[in-house]
């Protein structure tokens, strides 16, 4: 892992969703400004698709997808002192996250010199705060989103006996862009920023595209832009039921109101009024100091997630909207959240440049194990393929390269396979819903 000053730091993430990668490419290039990125994207329900990852527009040195088994069996043969990296990035749910240290404690058995082993959360924590915290124990370095969190998560760790030396406070690694200036060269433009489960329900979502629609309607002078994570039949961090793509043209839209993807910050140049339920769009564009409104139709709720942002100063209804409300952001709000911070990853890049430069690093120890957590602990690596020691369960021992053929009738049968699930998702699995409710 030793490397000589004049060298790209190398960073490899792995990544099981399309909002991950962004995070975690992101975070690699905040620890350094000079990167050689790796992607590794793992395998699953949600592994980014070919338009998902362009959109995103982040290139790599390398881009594969990969099993469990395989990326271990990589992080193992990259040992060498040549091979290897100097960081890993885990950006993925806690559950792997669990499974990826105690493999990789495994793989570096023995092994004194081995990568640093970041990790953290993609957005606002507003739920399973022990469960993913406890899940993500044993890295190096995990990151916290505002000061907010980072005083969160310390207490939990102690309140476990866990070590807190890895919490570090961070910001938000995709907060950037142009402070938010009015223009006369376009319309008023209001953006909703959808999510895919907040709402989940086909009512709710309904109600809130009807809303979006009917502004549309009431303000012909202003632009709605209905801002997409995914098309249909496309996986983000969370499974999509009930598109908007296909409540809002139910609902005959007038010609102000378009749907959009692309980059949320090419939208939020455009953008004078951010409305959402609780998307981190919502902190992407208070970065920006563009006014932003956070959805109260539907309640303030943990379950919505929209409970993170008491205090901020944003919340509105559609009738508020409606009549012309334009929220202002509360700015010592602002700061305790980590929008904005000065320096902000500054204490980052400190605490990955001392660990990358030791001479032996211990490896990974997580706080759940055979004794802490028999009962829990041996279902979560068997999810990824793993067996108690974290070592690959058989039958999920690591792939060679596949040839020509076979990786194209593999390919073949992969995507059908995600496809009959999607469709099962988001249309089979409703109606047995409804089935259960008779």
Known sequence: MQKSSSDPLRITVLADSDTRWKWGALTARRISSDVRLDARLLRGRATPTSRQLAEIGIPAETMREVTAAEFLSEAARGRAAD????????????????????????????????PVVVTGYVGVVYEKLADG???????????ANSAHDARRFRDTYTGVGADTAGIVETALPFLEGAPYRTSEDRPFTVTFAVQPSAPEGRADRTYLARRAVEHARRHPDREVLVKLRSKPGEHTTHIEEHPYQKLVAKLGPPDNLRLVYGHMGEVLDRTDLLVTVSSTAALESLHRSIPTAVLTDL???????????LGSGCFASWDQLDEGRVP??????LAAQGVASDNPFGALRERVGALAAADELPPPAPYYTLLTA?????????????????????????????????????????NTARTAYRQGVQRVAPVIRRWGQL
């Open 328 to 333: 202002r952001a509360d700015p010592a709000w």
């Open 299 to 309: 309640g303030i709720r943990e379950s919505l997630g929209n409970h993170h942002f």
């Open 83 to 114: 091979g290897g990296c100097d960081v890993i990035v885990l950006a993925c749910v806690g559950g792997t996250v669990q499974a990826m240290l105690h493999g990789l404690a495994r793989a570096w058995e023995g092994t004194g010199r081995r």
């Open 374 to 414: 028999p009962g829990y602990l041996p279902g979560v690596l068997a999810r990824h393929g793993l067996d108690a020691k974290g070592e690959p369960l058989p039958g999920a021992v690591a792939e060679r390269e596949p040839g020509a053929l076979r990786r194209v009738l593999r390919d073949v049968a992969r």
């Open 133 to 143: 915290l406890l899940l993500r124990a044993g890295a190096d370095v995990v990151l």
